[in-house]
């Protein structure tokens, strides 16, 4: 069973940083590829970034190379989002979503979703 739970959300200023957290208190975590998508208001989820189970191969939104990183650590269950250089676009609720084994950047190929976490980017 999947279960994932985001956090680390918050509201910052333009240009800050931000990491956010999602930890699976499932037993698969190896296994599943993890991958983090974000709803703005009034907007339908778009894609941010997701990682290989092993964490060595990773994807991102164009909208977000080069500012926003990736990263997973399977001995802790945890999947990070590093976020830099936040823009007030990027206001949004995020989500982690598992899914087994193949990557993939639709949220239809993800069946297990966290609760979301806010960001807001406001000055």
């Known amino acids: 069973q999947v279960q994932l739970v985001e956090s680390g959300g918050g509201l910052v200023q333009p240009g800050d940083s931000l990491i956010l957290s999602c930890s699976d208190s499932?037993?698969?975590?190896?296994?599943?590829?993890m991958g983090w998508f974000r709803q703005a208001p009034g907007k339908g989820r778009e894609f941010v970034a997701a990682?290989?189970?092993?964490?060595?191969?990773?994807f991102y939104a164009n909208s977000v190379k080069g500012r926003f990183t990736i990263s997973r650590d399977n001995a802790r269950n945890t999947v990070y989002l590093q976020m830099n250089s936040l823009k007030p676009e990027d206001t949004a609720v995020y989500y982690c979503?598992?899914?087994?084994?193949?990557?993939?950047?639709?949220?239809?190929?993800?069946?297990?979703w966290g609760q979301g976490t806010q960001v807001t980017i406001s000055s």
């Open positions: 499932g037993l698969t975590f190896s296994r599943n590829v």
């Open positions: 990682l290989t189970t092993t964490g060595l191969s990773k």
């Open positions: 979503a598992a899914r087994n084994l193949i990557s993939s950047v639709n949220d239809y190929d993800y069946p297990y």
